[in-house]
């Protein structure tokens, strides 16, 4: 019998093409014939254009065509902006710079050439010629009245204000004993997906189609966005994700340059390719974070938590992308944390910046909030002499299932046992000892910190009514004639591994080896329709899908057996169906119905059902053949599920990072890390720890060493990697990982997400860490990222006054 | 990230080589490893017309002991010279500071002629070059000269290489008797070349320092030798105060850079931090 495989860390199918170098990114699909595109960008990040000349690009040999603002701005749809908020100001996007640049990567101009090196070259030939006004950078002072405005008919650079929250916040904090106040900075981020974008386009004129491939998390949202920017019908534009190395919420999103590689390919009647270089990729692709935000958080003397206020100015950049503005209202509903909060209050102001847009960065607005109520707690902690731990558990809820736990932010979690995640995360850290460790260090002049931080996230996004074009997910599942499974999901994995896990989920609902299915995602021409991989939602929303199509799938199996077996009733177990009273006895490895190559003459054999039990490829194959099918069945052997979420789903747990810094350079070296998370049933152990590290290796990076920084004109002094410092093997500590298991209620197979926790969890407890060890010297807060000279410094003038 | 056009000669000696130089002069640049200038023509920083290729002159490819002393032919890999069984045994500074450069990529590929060359203020090799007091031979029309290593690093991204000349060795005489080498580097995190970067290279007499020298990268705008640790540390005690207090003087003199990762001020205190480490390092491999 085939074993199951749902709970066992088996290893991933795509594995093999992608070691091998055998993947197919967009840049390694070759088709004849093909142009390139390169773009002209921005070198100023606010400035009038007075004058574009491309008489010169244009006459260079293999320029086949010069496109600008002028030529195509109107003739494309503006960039889509899917979220929406009262009253917030809407600036025209469109895929070229007309009349003024907003920041440093703005395109002004598309050449396309017989080649990518011509096409570079024809850009230095254009001549712009600019007048270049002050740049906005700083998110909170863009409010400022004073500050020059971007959009000028908007009159200010306030995109928009926005109160949310529950319970009355002024009387919860004047109730309190004592008010915490801080400002906390998170800095803009960039999301570094490995494969940066890239975009071929192909027109068939006699079809009038348009193929677009694109490294894309969105496929189908990004066909009906693009269809409509370009004006053709949505049944006329194929969207192809081929292999797509990564996005971490980067490609959450429709980009100017793929509405503008159709065009070309339209007008030039040939394929046009645009590969988007590293550079570019800092300049053009959305970053993440950046918040300015101050908080207040009120407390009783034993530590009860009353009420949490965040004031916080958004920085979105000159320009809506897909979900820009929608961003800060997800820190806003996950400000309670874990914990009972009776009264929360966010009070936003969005503003323009001439910076490029912000967006979904992997935990996309929720790890703001998770380090915004985890630094607040620690504030807490530190005013009231606490225990960081204790303060903790004594805003826990009791553990809960049933959607039961209402936060102040209008939220129903779905399950939690806050209280089993952390305690967990204690022993293994043998967190007393580690504190008595501290003690001993610390009177031997060594510096030495533990974070805690307990978080909690909202993922598997989500229910339809919460979110801008469909929170629901896709699946068909057929069985061949040769009974070999298919799945094609609406999900596009880019590296989360779920060609596996939902094979896994298949495999064991059918009784059939993983090696039987293959998942198919990513090509709209294929695909049924579906939303995309992001906000963890693969598993949740499209595992279930797949569940919930394979129940579907299995019940028609089962008419069918039932009709061959010439039974009433049957029972299902190891891929095999026996009359209901007797059990499938000497149940064995299911044989290929069509063992290779022996098949008569191209002809397929007769299903030979024993009489007593019929396998689902047998199943499968007598659906195909439908000599001998129920008068009221249809043929074939397949199920399509749209699966519709009634609630988000929260996943938890407990980070614990142990740091020791050198006085003498301020390094921080971690001595542990631990995790404890619970992302509900886990369908794939391995994979599920692969999303951790990969978590919180981006949370580390954003603790301690990344930030896009814009300096005083808006020029991107971080413009390579040699600059913005993304975690390396070197900084990573070793992890020592477990996890605890409760089940969410919003889904059949109790499954939370995983995707970004390492991402929302990680962050706050490598700060904390590094901010208890310095709390010798009076510190209670340190802003991201906590370089070493930070450190230096207040050591430094601490031992000098000493 | 796409260069203008090139030509392209795999040159078959070192006289091939110096003719195709003469011949294209400024619109020709000598191509080893590609490490600096493969990503420099790339972001169109540089544009030559033609690349010369010397990394397939198996002439330029070495590393000998000859009469006392060790050469190093320019095209040599960080990876030859990391994973060299006499340099490991004479000098173990350069397989150590090999170590710390780039990664296995890089070290496959990049060459020591080629990174000094290139002048780097923060590259590796040159804290090293300067620490064992390294003669660099150029070769020209007029035939060879012999640069030393103060005069060597001229100013950011300067060597003393004249047009038309190629550096064809690094040459020097290993420490004898008791000694100790240590190379100490802070990476930058983006980067990971030397914030800071210290090369020591002493010998011992009894419990004392007979001779020392130093060499800093990454702290100012060339390499440079640190003459007051120097100074300081000849005929000195090997004991901690001492080295500490010889390692104040790491950056005398020199105004340091300043970047967004580190300030002046931070660098300068970094470099007497890791002076003081790699003399101790150096010392107590010297006992």
């Keep these: 019998m085939a074993e199951k495989t749902v709970g066992k860390p088996i290893k991933r199918t795509e594995d093999p093409r992608l070691i091998q170098g055998l993947a197919h990114y967009v840049d390694d699909i070759k088709l004849p014939d093909t142009l390139h595109a390169v773009f002209l960008r921005s070198i100023y990040a606010h400035a009038r254009i007075k004058s574009i000349d491309v008489t010169t690009a244009q006459k260079l040999p293999g320029v086949v065509a010069v496109y600008t603002g002028k030529d195509i701005a109107q003739k494309i749809g503006p960039v889509p902006c899917g979220a929406a908020i009262p009253e917030m100001k809407v600036p025209d996007h469109r895929v070229l710079a007309t009349t003024k640049v907003y920041w440093v990567g703005h395109p002004v101009a598309m050449v396309v050439a017989e080649n990518k090196y011509t096409a570079r070259d024809a850009i230095d030939l254009i001549e712009v010629d600019y007048d270049e006004l002050p740049a906005v950078v700083d998110e909170e002072k863009a409010a400022d009245p004073k500050s020059p405005v971007i959009h000028e008919k908007f009159g200010s650079n306030i995109a928009y204000k926005l109160t949310a929250g529950e319970g009355d916040i002024e009387a919860a904090l004047k109730a309190a004993d004592k008010v915490v106040k801080h400002k906390i900075l998170h800095r803009r981020l960039a999301p570094i997906a490995m494969e940066p974008r890239g975009v071929l386009a192909r027109y068939y004129p006699g079809e009038q189609e348009l193929t677009l491939w694109t490294s894309t998390q969105i496929p189908h949202l990004c066909r009906t966005q693009v269809a409509l920017m370009l004006g053709i019908p949505e049944n006329k534009l194929r969207l192809i994700a081929p292999e797509v190395g990564g996005g971490f919420g980067s490609k959450l999103n429709v980009y100017a340059e793929e509405a503008m590689l159709g065009y070309a390919s339209m007008q030039t009647g040939r394929p046009v390719k645009w590969i988007e270089g590293r550079r570019e990729n800092m300049q053009a692709t959305i970053h993440g974070r950046g918040q300015t935000g101050y908080i207040e958080i009120g407390c009783k003397r034993d530590g009860t938590i009353t009420g949490f206020r965040y004031n916080v100015f958004a920085d979105m950049g000159s320009y809506f992308q897909l979900l820009t503005p929608a961003i800060p209202t997800l820190t806003g509903l996950m400000l309670s944390g874990c914990y009972k909060i009776p009264a929360i209050q966010m009070n936003v102001t969005a503003t323009f910046t001439n910076k490029m847009s912000t967006d979904a960065y992997r935990g996309a607005g929720r790890p703001e909030a998770t380090y915004v109520i985890e630094r607040a707690m620690d504030l807490v902690a530190a005013e009231l002499r606490m225990d960081p731990v204790e303060l903790r558990r004594k805003n826990f809820p009791a553990p809960f299932d049933n959607n039961s736990f209402k936060t102040a932010t209008g939220l129903f979690y779905d399950s939690g046992n806050y209280q089993a995640a952390l305690d967990k995360a204690l022993k293994m850290a043998d967190y007393n000892r580690l504190r008595e460790d501290q003690r001993k260090a610390r009177s031997e002049g060594r510096l030495i910190g533990i974070g805690v931080s307990t978080y909690v996230e909202i993922c598997a996004m989500g229910p339809s009514s919460a979110m801008p074009a469909g929170g629901w997910e896709s699946a068909t599942v057929r069985i061949e004639p040769t009974g070999k499974v298919t799945i094609l999901t609406g999900a596009s994995p880019h590296g989360q591994g779920e060609e596996t896990s939902f094979a896994q989920i298949a495999a064991d609902q059918l009784g059939v080896e993983v090696n039987d299915l293959t998942v198919i995602h990513g090509d709209t021409a294929v695909v049924q329709y579906g939303i995309g991989t992001f906000g963890s939602r693969g598993t949740a929303v499209g595992g279930t899908a797949v569940y919930l199509a394979l129940q579907k799938l299995k019940e028609k199996a089962g008419k069918l057996a039932a009709h061959l077996l010439e039974c009433e009733n049957v029972s299902f177990s190891d891929g095999k169906f026996c009359p209901a009273a007797a059990k499938a006895k000497g149940a064995s490895v299911p044989e290929p119905v069509v063992p290779v190559g022996q098949a008569p003459g191209g002809s397929l054999p007769e299903p030979n059902p024993s009489g007593k039990q019929i396998s689902i490829q047998e199943i499968a194959l007598a659906a195909h053949l439908a000599k001998n099918i129920p008068p009221d069945m249809e043929p074939g052997l397949s199920a399509t599920t749209f699966f519709e979420p009634k609630n988000f789903t929260f996943p938890f747990g407990t980070h614990i990072a142990v740091v020791e810094i050198d006085p003498e350079t301020g390094q921080v070296h971690f001595q542990r890390y631990i995790a404890v998370d619970d992302c509900g049933r886990q369908i794939n152990p391995l994979l599920v720890h692969g999303q951790i590290h990969g978590g919180i290796v981006q949370s580390l990076g954003q603790a301690l060493y990344e930030e896009v920084v814009y300096d005083d004109q808006g020029q991107l002094t971080t413009g390579t990697l040699m600059d913005y410092a993304v975690p390396r093997a070197a900084h990573v500590p070793w992890f020592e990982l477990d996890s605890t298991e409760t089940l969410s209620p919003v889904n059949p197979m109790g499954v939370k997400g995983v995707g970004e926790a390492g991402s929302i969890g990680a962050t706050p407890a490598i700060v904390a860490a590094v901010v208890d060890a310095m709390s010798p010297f009076g510190i209670r807060h340190l802003d991201m990222p906590i370089k070493p000279e930070n450190l230096w410094r207040i050591i430094n003038k601490k031992a000098g006054a000493a | ?287």
Excluded at chain 2, 138 to 154: L, Q, T
Excluded at chain 2, 206 to 211: I, L, N, T, W
Excluded at chain 2, 264 to 280: I, K, M, N, P, S
């Design chain 2, 1 to 287: 990230m796409i260069p203008t056009s090139f030509d392209y000669i795999a040159a078959k000696s070192v006289d091939d080589a110096l003719s195709l130089l003469a011949k294209h002069k400024d619109d020709a640049k000598l191509l080893a490893g590609g490490h600096s200038l493969l990503p420099a023509m790339k972001l169109r920083i540089a544009q030559p017309k033609l690349l010369i290729d010397i990394s397939r002159i198996k002439d330029l490819n070495y590393i000998r002991e000859e009469r006392g002393q060790i050469r190093i032919g320019a095209t040599t890999t960080h990876f030859q010279i990391e994973t060299s069984d006499l340099l490991g045994r004479v000098c173990p500074l350069l397989p150590e500071a090999a170590t710390n450069l780039g990664d296995m990529q890089v070290r496959n590929k990049g060459t020591i002629g080629g990174s000094i060359a290139h002048a780097d203020p923060a590259a590796d090799w040159p804290a090293s070059i300067i620490a064992l007091n390294a003669e660099m031979v150029a070769v020209g029309a007029k035939g060879e000269r012999v640069i030393k290593s103060d005069d060597f690093f001229v100013e950011l991204f300067t060597s003393a290489l004249q047009p038309g000349e190629i550096l064809r060795e690094i040459r020097f005489t290993p420490p004898k008797g008791r000694f100790g080498q240590a190379y100490m580097k802070f990476r930058h995190p983006a980067s990971g070349f030397a914030v800071v970067g210290i090369a020591v290279s002493l010998t011992t007499e009894g419990s004392k320092c007979a001779a020392c020298s130093v060499g800093v990268t990454g702290v100012a705008g060339k390499a440079y030798r640190a003459g007051g640790v120097e100074r300081a540390m000849k005929g000195a005690a090997l004991d901690g105060k001492t080295l500490a207090a010889a390692a104040d003087h790491a950056a005398d003199g020199v105004e340091p850079n300043s970047d967004l990762f580190a300030s002046g001020d931070y660098r300068r205190h970094l470099a007497q931090v890791y002076t003081r480490r790699a003399l101790e390092t150096a010392a107590s491999k010297a006992k």
